[in-house]
């Protein structure tokens, strides 16, 4: 069989491998600078994801029979779009380009009936007066452009600080106090599979960048089954058929609230390696076989193990020892620290070092992230 995957950073490289492990035919499409899956795929070609009826006419001419990416809303979409040019398994483009706005995601979720609803709006110039609030723009991923709004003094410094993120509209919404999670899934011609569930650890206000997940979650029962029963209604009422999902949401007491949507698998190595490593399911195969149109619902095994990542920068410079004597326990999987002049991390893509660990129990530093 023959796959097209859509992009070639180090966030594709996972699926690339994988997909040779699985005697497939890899033809992969990015912009040549930068390709690290280049040596790694059968055919390469130096296509800008950004072309992509281009991309979609060569894949048409070289017969692909499916089309795959992970962990990036940009390449999830032109997968989706080229999938639908071409007449092959996926979820249709319109559904994945919808979420581009968070405002519309809000308004479908309030047809979710597991959710419970936070007040939110569209900043169109006025303050309206939900505080605390969470303010951020509409299109955007990795927690760019994110604040946290206590009082209203600040609610300016905040709308500028997300407008200097994005060119779009701006999302205003209630701040939610709680844990939060996100929901690792699986879907196959619309039934919803949810395959991890993981742990959050973030840091404090006002931009609560991500420090670290680790699965599986700690989480009540109750809420687990809440969860499984959430995810099929919510994506269902979105329209997604095909493929993987990370969904963020925090809980508080027996109230569920969705904070994000995105339709492919989780970045930050959830869904490259710690989903399979705590749940024995090969996230990435279900990804291809999914894209192929072969694939059969996995099934988790019977003990399953813990398996995290925690990320060094300046708000978690107490971690510093702990990476650096890491490298000689039995639960170390593999880490870096790029350097050792930690800076302030305002989005997910500021980080100077990272740890995987997988163990028979959450590997717990006992030190407080700030």
């Known amino acids: 069989m023959k796959l097209a995957i859509i992009g070639a950073s180090q966030g594709q490289l996972p699926i690339c491998i ?14 040549s600078k930068n390709a690290v899956c280049k040596d790694v795929v059968d055919f390469f070609y130096p296509i800008s994801i950004l072309e992509k009826e281009k991309i979609a006419e060569k894949c048409k001419e070289l017969a692909v029979d499916g089309v795959v990416s992970n962990a990036s809303e940009l390449t999830a979409e032109i997968s989706a779009f080229v999938a639908e040019k071409l007449r092959l398994n996926g979820t249709p483009s319109r559904v994945l380009e919808q979420l581009h706005d968070k405002h519309f995601v809000r308004q479908l979720s309030e047809n979710v009936e597991t959710l419970s609803k936070p007040r939110f709006y569209k900043y169109e110039g006025e303050d309206l007066n939900i505080y605390p609030c969470v303010v951020k723009p509409c299109e955007g991923s990795a927690k760019a452009g994110v604040t946290f709004v206590e009082k209203p003094s600040d609610f300016q410094k905040a709308i500028k600080y997300a407008q200097e993120s994005s060119d779009g509209e701006i999302l205003v919404e209630e701040f939610i106090e709680g844990k939060e999670l996100s929901i690792e899934s699986i879907s196959y011609k619309g039934k919803h599979h949810v395959i991890q569930i993981t742990d959050k ?37 979105i329209g997604y058929n095909d493929g993987a999902s990370h969904i963020e949401v ?38 291809i076989e999914v894209a192929l149109n072969t694939f059969e619902q996995p099934k988790h095994i019977s ?21 650096e004597q890491a490298k000689n326990k039995e639960w170390f999987v593999e880490g870096e620290v ?26 717990n530093t006992l030190l407080i992230l700030m």
Not at 223 to 228: A, F, G, N, W
């Open 338 to 363: 790029f350097s050792k002049k930690l800076k302030e991390s305002h989005s997910n893509y500021e980080r100077d070092g990272y740890l995987i660990y997988k163990s028979n129990h959450k590997i």
């Open 250 to 287: 925090k809980y508080n007491g027996d109230k569920l609230y969705l904070i994000e949507v995105n339709l492919r698998g989780g970045g930050d190595e959830i869904s490259n390696k710690l989903v399979q490593m705590s749940s024995g399911i090969d996230y990435l195969r279900c990804m």
């Open 303 to 323: 003990a399953p193990a813990y398996a995290g990542i925690y990320y060094l920068c300046k708000q978690t410079e107490n971690l510093l020892p702990f990476f």
């Open 201 to 237: 650890d973030s840091s404090s206000a006002p931009h609560f960048v991500e420090l670290g997940h680790h699965q599986p979650a700690d989480l009540p029962v109750s809420m687990r089954e809440k969860i499984k029963k959430m995810i099929p209604q919510l994506l269902s009422v």
């Open 18 to 31: 994988k997909a040779k492990e699985m005697g497939i035919e890899t033809h992969c499409f990015a912009w």
